[in-house]
């Protein structure tokens, strides 16, 4: 994934998170397995944490960090942080691509897996199981994986800035 993606590069990436839907509705997502793969479970958690400097640094790196998150969800299964690439593509549905009601489907179904697995704890230790059910073994976890629900809360809970959101050439500005 490039450091500055062009805008063409966003947009295919989002055109495959609709392939990837394959005629599914955004709401039939809460149903989806959870993820197995832990090498794809790390690549999410390393994408949930490049969205905040991807923000400051380039808007399409933004826009094209939630569309992967949300494909890699599709195509794995969920994982604590597909509830937060839910919530960013639903954001991102609306500014820049204006897609209103399938951006609060999209957040609607982060707060849905919310509800459903509890807190990011809750999800992690149900993703644990899964694995430990298909692999014989659990993942091993860092310290700083183990204390990550509190960090997730809190990146969720910035991520709507108090700003206002305004497109200005192609580029989201808070003011």
Not at 36 to 58: C, K, N, Q, W
Not at 79 to 86: H, L, M, R
């Amino acid at each position: 994934m490039s450091a500055h993606p062009t805008r063409e590069e966003v947009q295919d990436e989002y055109e495959i998170v609709w392939k990837n839907l394959a005629g599914r509705s955004i709401e039939s997502l809460v149903d989806m397995p959870l993820m197995t793969d832990p090498e794809i479970h790390a690549a999410m958690r390393v994408l949930s944490f490049l969205t905040g400097p991807a923000l400051y640094t380039d808007i399409n790196l933004y826009y094209l960090t939630f569309c992967k998150m949300v494909n890699l969800s599709l195509m794995y299964g969920t994982s604590d942080a597909s509830t937060f690439g839910y919530a960013g593509f639903g954001v991102i549905l609306c500014l820049p691509f204006q897609r209103y009601g399938d951006g609060n489907r999209f957040a609607k179904l982060a707060r849905d897996l919310v509800e459903k697995y509890g807190s990011g704890e809750n999800l992690r230790s149900a993703w644990t199981s899964s694995v430990k059910e298909n692999t014989g073994t659990p993942p091993k976890l860092s310290s700083a994986s183990n204390n990550s629900s509190a960090i997730s809360g809190a990146r969720l809970r910035t991520f709507l800035p108090s700003a206002t959101p305004t497109l200005t050439n192609g580029a989201l500005k808070l003011s």
